[in-house]
C-alpha cells in the first residue's frame, strides 16, 4: 500500500452528488491515465467509456468513485492487453524486432493454467470412458476426424438424423457428468 504524503491525506475526499459530476471532474484524467496503459487513444476512450457505464450501473453503491474508476479502468486495460498479446500480427514481413511484435508476450500459458487444462482434459477423457462404443467412435468422428454428419452416417450406416441425436445426447450426458466436476460450469 502507498503511503500518503502529509498534504494529501489531509486533502478531503471529493463527494460527488450525480454521475455527471464524477464524468466531468474525472474523464479527462482518465483518458489520460487509460491512454499511458494502452498506448492507443481510441482504445483508452473505449476503455474509459466502459468504466463511467459499469459505474452507472453501480453508482448507488459504490462510495467512493474515483479510486473505483481507476481501478476498472486499470483492469479493463489489462484485459485489453491481454487479449491483444494473443492476437497474431501477420503482413510486416520487414519487422526487425522493432513495434508491436516485438512487444507480443510468451504465447506458452502460465504454469497454473497447463495445469488446470491437462485436468480439464483429464476429465474429459474419463467422462468419455463412460459412454457407450457407438456413442465414443461417433465422437471420434466428429471431433477427431471432423467429419459431417453426413459423413459419419454414410460410414456406419445410420441415418443423418440419428446421428445428430445419438451426438447430441452423447454430448449433453458428457455435460452433465463435467458439470458435477465443475469442468463445465
Given at each position: 500500500m502507498a503511503v500518503q504524503a502529509p498534504d494529501e491525506a489531509s486533502r478531503p475526499v471529493p463527494e460527488w452528488a450525480t454521475i455527471e459530476?464524477?464524468?466531468?471532474?474525472?474523464?479527462?484524467?482518465?483518458?489520460?491515465?487509460?491512454?499511458?496503459?494502452?498506448r492507443d487513444f481510441s482504445v483508452a476512450e473505449d476503455i474509459v467509456q466502459e468504466a463511467f457505464m459499469k459505474l452507472h450501473a453501480q453508482f448507488q453503491n459504490v462510495l467512493t468513485p474515483q479510486p473505483?474508476?481507476?481501478r476498472i479502468v486499470h483492469n479493463l486495460a489489462v484485459d485489453h492487453q491481454r487479449r491483444a498479446s494473443r492476437l497474431v500480427l501477420v503482413g510486416d514481413a520487414e519487422n526487425d524486432g522493432e513495434g508491436p511484435l516485438a512487444d507480443a508476450a510468451d504465447a506458452q500459458?502460465?504454469?497454473?493454467?497447463?495445469?488446470?487444462?491437462?485436468?480439464?482434459?483429464?476429465?474429459?477423457?474419463?467422462?468419455?470412458?463412460?459412454?457407450?462404443?457407438r456413442s465414443r467412435e461417433l465422437i471420434r468422428l466428429r471431433f477427431t476426424e471432423e467429419l459431417?454428419?453426413?459423413?459419419?452416417?454414410?460410414?456406419?450406416?445410420?441415418?443423418?438424423?440419428?446421428?445428430?441425436?445419438?451426438?447430441?445426447?452423447?454430448?449433453?450426458?458428457?455435460?452433465?457428468?463435467?458439470?458435477?466436476t465443475e469442468v463445465a460450469r
Open positions: 459530476q464524477v464524468f466531468a471532474a474525472l474523464e479527462s484524467p482518465l483518458l489520460a491515465y487509460a491512454r499511458r496503459l494502452v473505483w474508476l481507476y500459458p502460465l504454469p497454473d493454467e497447463q495445469i488446470a487444462r491437462w485436468e480439464g482434459i483429464g476429465l474429459v477423457r474419463l467422462v468419455l470412458e463412460t459412454l457407450d462404443d459431417s454428419y453426413k459423413e459419419i452416417a454414410d460410414r456406419t450406416g445410420l441415418t443423418t438424423g440419428h446421428v445428430g441425436y445419438l451426438l447430441h445426447h452423447a454430448l449433453k450426458s458428457m455435460a452433465v457428468e463435467l458439470e458435477k
